[in-house]
């Protein structure tokens, strides 16, 4: 079975760094895309990664989300729910297009453009091992830590 390898992610995080998805070369990474911080679908979607935070650890996994917003908007999120792993701003959509998530969607009955609530599990080699698109959120974090613990 061939192989995708992960596009590139390489942005600024809460924890002060630049994360480098290609840095984490030997461990699962799974990315999920989030339209907004403080919103209700993002806010549940988070927590959810939380709540699960430490069997993706056991897992070997290293968990990241990312979104449009500001690394001051990101950090008052995280502390907001007690966040153990970073959130990555990606302003200028660089990895958001790289990743084919940004989308054209219906709010309020006009179009407009944004980031498709999407998960991808990088695996251990770089390549994107399983992705979600268009996720719903509900139960969608125990099926990526489901897939997670698959992996070898």
């Not at 998805?21 to 979607?45: H, I, M, Q, W």
Request: charged share 25%; glycine share 10%; aromatic share 10%.
């Amino acid at each position: 079975m061939p192989t995708t390898p992960a596009p590139a992610l390489k942005l600024p995080s809460t924890d002060g760094t630049t994360f480098d998805l290609s840095a984490a070369r030997g461990a699962p990474v799974v990315v999920f895309f989030y339209p907004k911080d403080n919103t209700p679908g993002c806010t549940t979607e988070a927590a959810g990664f939380r709540d699960h935070f430490k069997a993706f650890t056991r897992a070997g996994a290293v968990l990241v989300g990312v979104s449009r917003d500001s690394l001051k908007s990101h950090a008052s999120f995280r502390e907001k729910l007690g966040l153990p792993f970073d959130l990555l701003s990606d302003p200028d959509e660089t990895a958001c297009t790289a990743w084919g998530v940004m989308k054209m969607k219906n709010m309020y009955g006009k179009q407009v453009r944004g980031i498709e609530r999407s998960t991808f599990v990088v695996a251990a080699d770089g390549s994107v091992a399983r992705e979600w698109r268009g996720v719903k959120v509900p139960g969608h974090v125990d099926e990526v830590l489901a897939f997670v613990g698959t992996l070898k």
